[in-house]
């Protein structure tokens, strides 16, 4: 059975704090993922990886980092937490299709964690 | 900007009656395509993938792609309350090897 876990599935933080999420698949996927969900606006992907040590921007990693030590373990960084970082964050992982045209197979999806910055 | 455009919603059919989502994309190289399933509070779950012109079904799911219009579509047959949720559009390969998700249309099944 795949499994996605993220470490919260609620946290509440305070401006300025540096915030960590982190997310493990035990499915041996080559990429991981990271977006954020917000109402009316979909999902938006902050910012993936297809390596160990590698990371590519999404849409909007302004204001984010990641870091990929392990295969297994992708973690997303808050350096310091905003109020309009305040979203559900979805960590998700898949295998490669193919290479030589950059498809993705489908994505598992984690449950999510509910940051709130006050 | 690579954008996946799906029908705005909300989208409500009664029970028994065909659902019909549509999605359109712009970025004509895409390879894959993908219907996820996201009921409310839940991460979203894959219902179907499609990498080929024509239909393709699964159940009383049928997924239909057609690459010279861009557009991919999902029918859902005899619809259940329980297919209730918000149903997402995902495309990716392509130019720029994104991923590109819809905003998604939340379909209602009446009883």
């Known amino acids: 059975d795949v499994k996605v876990t993220q470490s919260s599935r609620y946290l509440v933080k305070r401006t300025g704090e540096k915030v960590f999420l982190e997310c493990v698949q035990d499915m041996d996927h080559e990429n991981m993922f990271w977006y954020r969900q917000d109402p009316g606006l979909g999902l938006r992907l902050i910012y993936f990886s297809y390596d160990v040590k590698m990371k590519e921007k999404g849409d909007i990693p302004e204001g984010y980092s990641v870091s990929r030590e392990k295969k297994e373990r992708f973690s997303l960084i808050l350096e310091s937490a905003s109020t309009n970082q305040t979203s559900m964050y979805l960590c998700?992982?898949?295998?490669?299709?193919?290479?030589?045209?950059?498809?993705?197979?489908?994505?598992?999806f984690g449950p999510g964690t509910r940051l709130t910055v006050l | 900007q690579k954008e996946v455009e799906q029908n705005s919603g909300p989208l409500s059919v009664p029970e028994g009656a065909i659902a019909s989502l549509n999605c359109t994309y712009s970025d004509r190289v895409s390879q894959s395509f993908f219907w996820y399933r996201q009921y409310s509070g839940k991460s979203p779950e894959l219902i179907m993938s499609?990498?080929?012109?024509g239909d393709k079904e699964d159940g009383r799911f049928t997924a239909q792609l057609n690459k010279a219009s861009q557009y991919v579509s999902l029918l859902i047959r005899d619809s259940q309350p329980s297919d209730s949720a918000t149903y997402l559009c995902?495309?990716?390969?392509?130019?720029?090897?994104?991923?590109?998700f819809g905003k998604g249309t939340l379909l209602t099944v009446n009883p």
């Open positions: 499609i990498y080929s012109n």
């Open positions: 995902m495309n990716s390969g392509g130019s720029n090897y994104k991923l590109t």
């Open positions: 998700a992982s898949s295998s490669w299709t193919s290479l030589r045209d950059g498809s993705y197979n489908e994505q598992f």
